[in-house]
């Protein structure tokens, strides 16, 4: 039996060759006769386009490559969703990379995606490539930032304005009276997190208050690292009683942590931090939070990433879209 080609479906479609491949690449790029005329060729022939025939040709595919620490933190499993649901209704199909923040996974992914000559790549950063990600975008500028800003790498990036976040919640702490607080951090090559303690310090030095080195701890990697710290930092003498935590995870460990040790909150203890889901459903109790929405963020940046490859001007000037936050008390 012979293979059905693309000459077959523009032959019995009564279009061009040419038609035809504009309709595989995208069948919006014809008019809506013709699109509706070379679907029904290609449903009678059963007609398989050969992906590689047209990458060699096109010289990139129709995927979408997400390159990240971990997908199973709730908020990259949002934000991969909708970015999956979005480019799905433009016939991109996704490919998700896991690097748990290993460098070299992460190098290693990056190569492979343009080597097999991706549409495009969304990359989450683990903070220690930066010269390696300035050398790949010279030669596949179609890779964009998502979630973690770098300032030093030129390309499209769009994030959670972490730095007003940060000082969002210490300004709400200190409208409330506060003016010692223990502050627990996640990894010290994390560029949110950065960002969140510079938005701290900032509202903090406005009321002429500096941060305990005593009371402050980072790379604090999970829940438990939190609930511990917290728990340690607890039985030292002169304890501040307001506890920001830099990330989901570790605000979840304190919560934990407080609750298992019948912390009084907020009478006696107020806690604030940052959360995928709103703190008043959440929790047991009165907690602060800034309300990260991964699912907007996923959207913003699939946009971004389809505008840039629609428009065809790889050498246009990088854009940068910082995403505002709500605080939410319970």
Known sequence: MNRITIKDV???????????????ADPASINPAAALAVNRAINELNYIPNPFAQNL?????????????????????????AICNLFY?????????????????????????????????????CGKNTEFIKDVLHRFPRLMLLDRLERDIQTDMVSVDNERSGYILARYMLDK???????????????????????IQKALKEKDIEIEDDFSITNLMNMRDA???FENLLQKNNCPRCILAG????????VITASRMKLSVPEEYTLGGFSVEDPRYIFPFPVAAII???AELGTQAGEMLLKRLRSGNAQSKPRTLLLNTDLVSG
């Open 227 to 229: 609930g511990l710290a």
């Open 177 to 199: 009276g506060q003016r010692r607080f223990m502050i627990l951090s996640g990894s010290e090559y994390s560029v949110n997190m950065r960002y969140r303690l510079s938005g």
């Open 247 to 254: 990330n989901t995870h570790l605000l979840e460990g304190v």
């Open 10 to 24: 523009a032959r019995l479609s009564g279009v061009s060759i040419s038609s035809v491949s504009r309709y595989l």
């Open 57 to 81: 040709k096109s010289e990139t595919t129709k995927n979408i490559a997400i390159i990240l620490p971990d997908i199973s933190d709730h908020f990259f499993s949002e934000a991969c969703k």
């Open 89 to 125: 209704m433009y016939n991109y199909s996704v490919t998700i990379c896991d690097t748990g923040s290993d460098p070299e996974k992460e190098r290693r992914y990056i190569d492979e995606m343009v080597k097999y000559r991706s549409a495009g790549i969304m990359l989450v950063p």
């Open 292 to 294: 990260q929405r991964p």
